[in-house]
């Protein structure tokens, strides 16, 4: 059989020459940047060919490649299907990733389900041969026990403690352990999964874990990871699962190991998702949310057994689910929705969670209206010329005046890309200057004087403009296309804004309060959001920044039963439109789509 060998990681492996070879490096776990998929439209998965032969190269790649590019031997991996031996080097490698793991906390009553209580087990004797599952049930006064228990437990005499799930014994341990009472609360989002370690005696913080989400390998955004579900149906359920599984137990080991506890003293896992991760977590059909009428198989809340998914803590620990909306509205919105306390708001108060979904929810003096809006990936970085993660080395603002270009770079490395705040930031000053228009298209460089300092910031690429941000040491372009992506990310996002105004019969100008939230929008600048027309002018004095309020909400339920109720009765009061099939939508979407003058 013929073998790819990577060079710099020293990895070499067989494979059947049938498939193309970045399905090949990713069944092998050789991290390849494929924010498509694999469908050849991002121009994003490269390595270069050192040793052998790859078929020749076809016109679709000669889109995404430059010359240069191609004289030293750099191929897309998702469009070329080897057949021989061959030697490659991979052009990404995997970064440190700046990951937002605080946000807002409203005061809150803690009262966590799980709690602990010592008790007596007497010794049986010939006299008094009792069961120890009546000694346990004379004790705490309870009808039955849960095999379950008897199954786990060697028979214990003497002080042991009870684990509580509110009024159900879940364990029972030797001596006093009431002392270690730990549960952790999850975030997982599209891009990223952030994890807390919580004594949940005193609710602190003890540690927190954070990663890119490792099932970026199936796409990098839901829809793209629906698709894989659709065309890989006989084992893509497990895959996905299994990987964000894996994922949850590396970050609580990586937890424990930093607070030096016990993982079997974790109790509790509390987890805010939105809809399609959520699905994905707990190995249900995901693909009804992909297709019209986009109606998922569950949006309620779950409480299961955490083992009964794979997550390795306590046997008898107990996995929270918060619920969903719909299949565009999840439970990480819900979970913001209720830390912003948007039901007990007593002004107009918008709520957005800027990322691959814009979503937003709009409280008129508490009552909820939600949207959510495919703001797609370009400002996460993505379908971005030069586009990469807000990892190191990635430019996250801009600034050009006629003295030159000034970078702001992620830990102060070598530019390699821009993130989505830098892309924000470089074309909200492309607008200020003048480069871009309104239309979003770029001025005719002929139409400036060569004195101009704008001049030889714009290049030809055949008779495509580009903006140069940078020549050396590798070149970095802002195109034509990348304007669009972000053109379609306002165009989404402002519409959904002014919809649901519209819908609420609410004026721009009686918003009292506009809350951002979420991984990315906690990195987009008033200026830039404003300065690119995402959002309002109007509202620029308004925006108050709420941080990871999904992650905040997975705590607050972890640490109380009341919370875990209120949530639920929020979820089941927010009402949800569906933007596209509101009256004169499209042509709203048309006009959000200019920049302002």
């Known amino acids: 059989m013929p073998r790819i060998s990577i060079r710099e990681e020293n990895v070499s492996f067989e494979y059947t020459p049938n498939k193309d070879l970045l399905q090949l490096l990713l069944e092998n776990e050789i991290f390849v940047d494929n924010p498509c998929n694999g469908k050849g439209i991002c121009g994003k998965c490269k390595i270069r060919l050192i040793q052998g032969e790859l078929p020749d190269i ?31 080097e991979i052009l990404q490698k995997e970064r440190k990733h700046k990951v937002l793991t605080t946000g807002y906390i409203p005061e809150f009553d803690f009262n966590p389900a799980i709690h602990k209580e010592v008790f007596e087990i007497k010794v049986p004797t010939l006299e008094n041969q009792i ?281 102060n490395t070598e530019p390699i890309g821009l993130c989505g705040s830098g892309i924000l930031a470089a074309v909200k000053e492309l607008i200020r200057i003048g480069i871009v228009k309104k239309d979003g298209a770029f001025i005719k460089k002929e139409k400036l004087e060569e004195s101009d300092y704008r001049y030889d910031m714009i290049q030809l690429n055949g008779r495509k403009r580009e903006f140069v941000l940078q020549n050396n040491p590798e070149q970095l372009l802002i195109t034509q296309s990348d304007v669009r992506q972000v053109q379609l990310a306002k165009g989404a996002i402002l519409s959904g804004f002014y919809a649901l105004l519209k819908q609420a019969d609410i004026d721009m100008s009686q918003l009292d309060r506009v809350m951002i939230a979420g991984q990315f929008g906690a990195h987009l600048s008033a200026d830039s959001l404003v300065g690119t027309g995402i959002l309002p002018e109007e509202i620029k004095d308004k925006l108050l920044y709420v941080g990871n309020s999904s992650k905040t909400g997975a705590y607050m339920a972890l640490m109380s039963v009341e919370v875990k109720q209120q949530i639920e009765e929020l979820a089941n009061k927010m009402d949800y439109m569906e933007l596209g099939a509101s009256e004169g939508y499209e042509r709203l979407f048309a006009q959000c789509l200019l920049f302002s003058d």
């Open 58 to 88: 076809s016109d679709t790649e000669r889109k995404f490649l430059k010359e240069e590019e191609i004289r030293s031997g750099i191929r897309l991996s998702c469009l070329v299907v080897p057949k021989k031996d061959i030697v490659i």
């Open 131 to 411: 069961s120890f599952e009546d000694s346990v049930l004379n004790v705490l006064g309870i009808e039955k026990l849960d095999l379950r228990l008897l199954q786990q437990n060697e028979i214990i005499n003497g002080r042991v403690t009870g684990v509580f799930n509110d009024k159900n014994l879940i364990g029972i341990e030797s001596g006093d352990t009431t002392d270690f009472l730990y549960g952790v609360a999850v975030d997982i989002g599209t891009t990223t999964v952030v994890t807390s370690l919580v004594d949940m005696k005193t609710g602190d913080e003890l540690a927190t874990a954070s990663m890119i989400n490792p099932q970026k390998k199936f796409g990098m955004d839901v829809l793209t990871r629906i698709t894989y579900a659709l065309e890989n149906r006989e084992n893509s359920k497990e895959k996905l699962q299994n990987t964000i599984i894996n994922a949850i137990n590396d970050m609580i080991e990586d937890m424990c190991k930093q607070s030096n506890i016990d993982r079997k003293n974790i109790y509790e896992i509390t987890i805010a998702a939105n809809c399609t991760m959520m699905h994905f977590l707990l190995g249900v059909d995901s693909i009804s949310i992909g297709k019209s009428p986009y109606a998922p198989a569950f949006v309620k809340s779950k409480n299961i057994l955490a083992k009964d998914i794979g997550l390795e803590v306590f046997s008898g620990a107990r996995l929270y689910c918060l619920p969903s909306v719909s299949s565009y509205i999840g439970a990480d919105i819900v979970a913001g929705t209720y830390v912003c306390q948007l039901h007990k708001a007593g002004e107009n108060v918008l709520f957005i969670d800027i990322g691959t979904n814009g979503e937003i929810v709009l409280s008129n003096h508490g009552k909820l209206l939600s949207c959510s809006c495919a703001a797609g990936p370009a400002l996460e970085g993505m379908n971005i010329s030069s586009g990469m993660r807000a990892a190191e080395g990635a430019i996250e603002d801009v600034k050009i005046t006629e003295s030159g270009i000034e970078i702001k770079v992620i830990d």
